[in-house]
């Protein structure tokens, strides 16, 4: 998904409106247009967030984090996201 430039308003794009997401990156991926992908969907109206696993200090080197040794840290993060977002 390519991310409108700053100042750039999308129109909110209707299947988006009120979904919620989460955009993930590891601790050492180098991935850092994260913050600019979750506002740029804000702004097409979902509800989006954006974590990485560093900050809650789960160390992790790649996009591949459900395989990673820490996987069951990665995991207990985003299944309590999902039970915490998402009607049951």
Request: aromatic share 8%; hydrophobic share 40%.
């Amino acid at each position: 998904m390519a991310v409108p430039p700053l100042g750039a308003e999308p129109r909110a794009v209707q299947n988006l409106e009120g979904m919620p997401m989460r955009y993930l990156t590891a601790a050492s991926s180098g991935r850092t247009q994260g913050p600019a992908v979750v506002q740029a969907l804000t702004r097409a109206g979902a509800r989006a967030e954006y974590l990485n696993f560093g900050d809650p200090g789960i160390p992790g080197y790649g996009h591949f984090a459900m395989i990673e040794s820490n996987r069951k840290q990665v995991f207990d993060v985003m299944a309590g996201w999902i039970s915490r977002t998402l009607p049951a």
